[in-house]
């Protein structure tokens, strides 16, 4: 039964495709959205119809950005020989709020993964090994997450990687930082107790 | 720093402000967005645009529709003379989706809340009592959360409909369908107890 227009009904279905929002919290979210039409609404639509038209994947590292070259590639202030490989790119938005990387990054757009059915192909590790060729890159630093795909495509890439001459790292295992040791599977603890370091 | 362009900082700053979205998700669901570009981001700016230009409040019972009066209110084969009382829209929907209640509604805007300063004239009382003098209504169904300040604004409307000689009821309180006594509060198995019916 029509409960209400046929446009909002459209609104809350396309709403409820977002990750993070069910059908409920879609229909909470428009009941919201209508209430504050002119301070949330409009400017919504707009924000959204402006990043239909600009929105890009960066060429070079795979970004998201509403330029190409992307913000970070452009930055001549940042170190061009060290590329931190992430597997998406929230993971590179993650590090770059962290503040803790100065050069530059590429983004696979994935991990493999035998279950899923990705290979080496479906990422973009080609163009990883492209950039490493053009002499520049020094240091690329693995920052997959620590799942199983996640380890086995670092393991990939080092292989790769081997005789081009570059220096392959990883992000450290261990504890995290306000992490109390009672609650930390016996893996983490496995790795922060062979990485310890002198104090 | 920047990471991405402005245009999509605003984007994601827009979005966090949707209730169920905070500032991570935000991210999450613009890069998801950004990701299927033709398929949810744009027919979502084109729906967002469309909600701006047609979406309305219906002046009669105050359910969010395309048009004035609503759907709901518009429909002949509704009982005119059965009026559900909710707070918000939302509970309305919810009403609808349940199938439960064949005749009009009748939306307050809030409850009356003492702590957060909301007396009967910030609520649409006064346009529910002129719906009820105009004689065609015979019953009020209070469908207010069962909260202190739901109770309270039920008794209230109670009290301002005496003399008018429509029949008041509310929603039954009980133990929820699928419940388990175990985890119920006291409040709702008294209820349950006192209302208890003849099997």
């Not at 459209?10 to 409920?24: A, E, F, N, V, Y």
């Not at 970070?72 to 790119?89: F, K, M």
């Not at 053009?134 to 080092?158: C, F, P, R, S, W």
Request: a negative charge; proline letters at 5%; glycine letters at 10%.
């Amino acid at each position: 039964m029509a409960v209400t227009g046929p446009e909002i009904e459209r609104l809350i279905q396309l709403l409820s495709k977002l990750p993070g929002l069910g059908p409920r919290s879609a229909r909470r979210a428009v009941l919201q959205l209508i209430k504050k039409k002119e301070t949330l609404l409009a400017p919504l639509a707009e924000a959204m119809a402006v990043a239909v038209d600009k929105a890009c994947i960066c060429t070079i590292c795979g970004n998201v950005d509403t330029q190409d070259p992307c913000t970070i590639c452009r930055d001549g202030a940042r170190d061009p020989s060290a590329i931190c490989v992430v597997e998406d790119v929230g993971d590179l938005w993650a590090l770059e709020r962290a503040g803790v990387h100065k050069g530059r990054y590429h983004v696979l757009g994935g991990v493999l993964s035998a279950l899923d059915g990705v290979g080496p192909n479906d990422l973009h590790i080609g163009a990883l090994i492209e950039r490493v060729q053009k002499g520049e890159v020094k240091e690329i630093i693995l920052a997959m997450n620590a799942t199983v795909d996640g380890q086995t495509t670092a393991h990939y890439i080092t292989d790769r990687l081997e005789g081009t001459g570059v220096a392959v790292s990883r992000l450290a295992h261990g504890v995290p930082v306000g992490g109390e040791l009672d609650y930390l599977d016996d893996g983490t603890l496995a790795a922060a107790m062979k990485s310890r370091r002198p104090f």
